[in-house]
């Protein structure tokens, strides 16, 4: 699954740091590390303590956890939809992902100046808000006028095209995102084909200092305000936090760090873990003696569009899926455990894959 996160923020808020922390191996669980394969780029494992459990009972000679991707895209600045700054490669790359990452500096710090002079978070998220929006508006009137020229055709989809373009236009125009637009299911076929950049669903993270990790601050609190509309999730992480646990040699020195901090876990799997969230993708498990390995899929596929990500002959070929339930494998401990207590199903081509499902396939080439 080629989806990927771009992170985004104004000049220091801390998201190169966030993006370092994201491709540095220590700041994962012990057992899953992950790399680098571009500067800008950082494939990563999704830490899934399942992983663990089914290691324990399958014993295998290797654990594979499912990845995403993380795209550190350039800084942005105001004028950036009219190509000022970075803004035509920023504009570009951010275009090319599934998701957002919004970063926002919720924390005070006179060594570190901010690109405006002072921290305000919601001034933040609204100018790289209105240089989104003013490129999608651009977008739409664009698409508006290709459309025009059709319209006395009387062509039903054509009408419905120009009229959802011009129900976005106007909400653009009033300052709204495209994913804070109520749309019916029909409506959203034709947003789809707009690729509109505010269409993409938004993460937002609340970089605070180390004294707010826990509980958030009075920034925090505004963002959580300003976006209650928007139907997104907001993190709160401390960026220098996480870069200092990457820094730390052994799994139990960060694990001791983050005891004094009170933290479970490192924020980044926290980030991770929302962000596999956000691109709506699930894992599905398969389980041997020789591996162990998660696989991403989208909410929602079918068991053999969810073979065909091992391979695509599973897909073509498929038969049927037999399936076991994570809690079935764990609680009874064994595949001839499930099946002795009748909970072992046989699923055929309509059958929709569910998180954390164990599955094998039967095919034929």
């Known amino acids: 699954m080629s989806l990927k996160c771009g992170i985004v923020g104004l000049p220091n808020v801390g998201k190169s740091t966030l993006f370092n922390c994201l491709s540095n191996a220590k700041a994962q669980s012990a057992n899953f590390p992950f790399c680098t394969i571009e500067p800008n780029i950082g494939t990563i494992s999704v830490p899934d303590p399942r992983l663990e459990k089914l290691e324990s009972l399958a014993n295998p000679q290797r654990v594979v956890p499912t990845t995403m991707e993380i795209v550190d895209i350039a800084g942005l600045v105001k004028g950036a939809s009219k190509g000022e700054g970075l803004g035509n490669q920023f504009l570009a ?14 924390f005070d710090d006179g060594n570190i100046i901010h690109v405006d002079g002072s921290v305000d978070p919601i001034r933040d998220k609204e100018i790289i808000d209105i240089e989104l929006q003013l490129k999608d508006l651009e977008t739409i009137e664009k698409r508006i006028a290709s459309v025009a020229r059709m319209l006395k055709s009387g062509d039903k989809e054509v009408v ?34 707009f690729q509109l950049i505010t ?24 963002v959580k305000e300003a976006v209650k509309d928007e139907d997104a999730e907001v993190l709160v992480i401390g960026a220098k936090i996480e870069a200092d646990i990457t820094e730390l040699e052994t799994y139990e020195e960060r694990q001791l760090f983050l005891d004094e901090l009170g933290l479970d876990e490192p924020g980044v799997n926290r980030l991770i873990r929302s962000a596999y969230s956000l691109l709506e993708l699930q894992t599905y498990f398969t389980v041997g003696e020789k591996e162990v390995r998660a696989w991403t899929i989208r909410k929602g596929m079918s068991a053999p569009q969810a073979a065909g990500v091992i391979h695509t002959d599973f897909e073509k070929g498929f038969i049927r899926a037999e399936v076991m339930k994570y809690n079935d494998y764990t609680t009874l401990g064994s ?31």
């Open 199 to 222: 269409s993409k669903p938004v993460l937002y993270l609340c970089n605070v200092d180390e004294g707010s990790v826990k509980s958030g601050n009075a920034y925090v609190e505004r």
């Open 335 to 365: 595949e001839s455990a499930v099946k002795d207590a009748g909970r072992f199903k046989v699923e055929g081509k309509e059958y929709v894959v569910e998180d954390g499902d164990i599955m094998h396939f039967r095919f034929n080439v």
């Open 160 to 193: 419905k095209e120009n009229e959802v373009a011009q129900k976005i236009k106007v909400a653009l125009e009033q300052g709204k995102s495209v994913r804070a637009i109520d749309f019916d299911e029909k409506e959203m076929e034709h947003v789809k084909k």
């Open 93 to 106: 790359n951010i275009r090319e992902t599934d998701a957002i990452i919004h970063v926002l500096r919720c």
